[in-house]
DNA sequence: TAGATTGTTAATCGATTAACAATC
DNA sequence: TAGATTGTTAATCGATTAACAATC
């Protein structure tokens, strides 16, 4: 698997390469080709190959890529066989639908244990996770190689929850407040992945329009 | 508002400037220079007088943007002062978070009910939106213009739902399961949104490594 | 062998950045 | 007026597409 400098829009199309091969292996195709796969995407085959490529050489001429390996190859590259140590702050609606219907062990995560301020909330358990108190939190960090940060808590406390994270080695933040915090220069190495549901509901408000 | 074709990179970037501006209206800031606010978000001068040159002339030379006139120009570029209608298919916990906790007014939307098929949930309501019966969706859409469905069910009625909401003439469909549906050429201008979580979680983990 | 399809190099297209005249 | 900063045109950079020799 070899690594030049991979672009941006290369990573973002991994994941889906991913689910549409999973879907065509369940689905009992043994091989494809890229420009099927383009077809099946709405990508071109050249593109297909141009993107595959860039981590080595995974198909073979005159017949395409078969399914499962090529599953497999993209899987790897994801690092989603790894099971690295997550955990989640703000046990709110959002939260809550996170732990009990998202599969982290899908994505390469583990997720240990969620966080609160609530009293009601902590000490219990939803869908086998431990909702541990804010204040545990600290300890917990120091205790655990925790690689990254689920935030589903209210926006005002993402910068601060966010500091503190970063000061205490997390290497990535899953963010799902509406709201993009600082990084630190001393921290520039860890990676921020947003998710902001109004961002997205708004560029399907413009191309609605009316 | 002239509009020739808009690159989707641009769009993207449109809901940020909104955010930045708001918050720096909140905070009392009257006036920013494109260079300014690149600093702010990461930008070149060049790209945020070029995206907005796309829609008109909002600055003066010498002077730079008003914030708060350039937070309404791009507001009403991005059609969030109108009201459209929208529904949410499938109170889950993320459907329950949505409707909780979600601002739809906000992106220019109006969420007028929402539908399942539990039992226990139909007939309720959650902060005030109305959960109706599934078998009572076709004869809403007939009876209200619903611009945009909000798809939260499991991913396995995804297609056959987003199907028949094209059917009833439902222009875009704000997609949360973890499955591109397919869509008709005959409803090639309805406009899909997806927001994969898996995705998105994958792309944090390429990026991690390790 | 002939047909299919790869990986890669070259060509094209589009998006970002730089430069600058216009002007507040 | 002098300084600042726009909107826009031109230059650069990067990503996508096309072409094709290699080969299964």
Redesign the pocket.
Known sequence: MKKGKI????IR?LPRYCRYLSSLHREGVER??????GNNMG???????????CF??????????NVEKLYQEVSEILYLHKQREAVLIGVGNLGRALIQNFDFSDSGFHLGAAFDIDPALIGTEINGIPILGALALENYLAEHDVAVAVLTLPGRYAQGMADMLMDKGVRGIWNFTNFDFEVKEEHNDVVVENIHFSDSLRVLSYQIGE
């Open positions: 672009s941006n829009a290369v199309r494809i080709s890229s420009s099927a796969l990508l071109t085959a050249s593109q297909i190959r141009q993107d595959l490529s080595g050489e995974f198909g073979q001429q005159g017949y395409g890529y």
